[in-house]
């Protein structure tokens, strides 16, 4: 148990996955981790979500348009155009 399962979690997956042979592998999960930490899909989904309960500014859809998953669906470019 820990009081912050976040910053410990990469530690934990790297002690429990290291082993290459399947045989010696010991099954784990970790609980209590924030959705977002575990997915940028389920991260960038709640912020659009989030959108539908609030007034649409533009701080706010730049930052949902410069994910990397909404660019490089879309075909957007990071270049502004000069």
Known sequence: MTSDIETYAPYISAVFEASQ??????????????VPS???VID??????????SRLQAPEVVDILSSPLVRRRFGLSTDEPS
């Open 38 to 40: 575990e997915s940028q």
């Open 21 to 34: 042979d399947e045989t010696k592998r010991i099954p784990f999960s970790i609980a209590d981790r924030r």
């Open 44 to 53: 960038l989904f709640l912020k659009i979500l989030s959108l539908c309960k």
